[in-house]
């Protein structure tokens, strides 16, 4: 089955840092890909949608310029979290369409990437 | 606004019991809804969904638009269905819109 890759898996940084969390579909192209947060024993919270080519669409309460998404090829997009800061600690994940199933084709996700802010 | 609840967060089981996993939701539209499974220290991965119609590992789950709810049934539970299950919901159904999920339930079954 189709395969969606993040990188990295966890990482450790300083306060005030920023960092950058890669999305890759590895055997299918991705015109949308969608980022979630997730905190400890809570839901996947929708951040934004990702589209390649164009801006990113963000859910409200989200700051764009805090975590910033580019989506340059239909196989990748990124995630940076800009400044960060302990409370921006957390689990996040993103999710990605085979873009040739249309709307309706199963939604892959990726493993995971868990931020540590110090 | 597009709503996912799902009541319970653990769920505890015998083996070989009947499981229901409750989600009700709250959309105006016409959704399409969906069942995900997270399994230890592995990645969310799709269960079914509602258009589909099918039976995996198992499971069922009928949407049941009265009642605005979407449960999740097996008849008889087994140790590998542990694990934590996510109710979720795409609006417009066909479209490539995003999802929004519950918080997720526990399911442990012991023997």
């Known amino acids: 089955g189709a395969v969606v890759s993040q990188h990295p898996s966890w990482v450790i940084c300083k306060s005030g840092t920023s960092v950058k969390i890669e999305c890759r579909s590895l055997d299918f192209q991705a015109t949308t890909m969608f980022w979630y947060r997730q905190f400890p024993k809570q839901s996947l919270m929708l951040m934004a949608t990702s589209n390649e080519g164009s801006k990113a669409t963000y859910e409200q309460g989200v700051e764009k310029d805090k975590f910033l998404i580019n989506h340059a090829s239909l196989t990748l997009s990124t995630l940076t979290v800009t400044s960060a800061h302990p409370e921006d600690s957390s689990f996040y994940i993103c999710s990605a369409r085979d873009s040739t199933s249309g709307g309706a084709g199963e939604l892959f996700f990726g493993e995971g990437s868990r931020l540590t802010v110090l | 606004a597009q709503r996912v609840t799902q009541p319970e967060k653990l769920l505890s089981v015998f083996k070989g019991a009947p499981v229901e996993l409750k989600c009700n939701y709250s959309y105006s539209g016409s959704p399409e809804l969906f069942w995900y499974v997270q399994y230890s220290r592995q990645r969310l991965q799709l269960l079914l969904r509602h258009i589909s119609r099918e039976s995996i590992k198992g499971f069922t789950a009928d949407l049941n638009k009265g009642e605005t709810s979407f449960h999740l049934k097996k008849p008889f539970a087994q140790e590998e269905d542990s694990a934590m299950y996510y109710c979720?919901?795409?609006?417009?159904?066909?479209?490539?819109?995003?999802?929004?999920f519950g918080t997720g339930t526990r399911l442990q079954v012991t023997l």
């Open positions: 979720a919901l795409s609006g417009d159904a066909g479209t490539a819109s995003k999802l929004t």
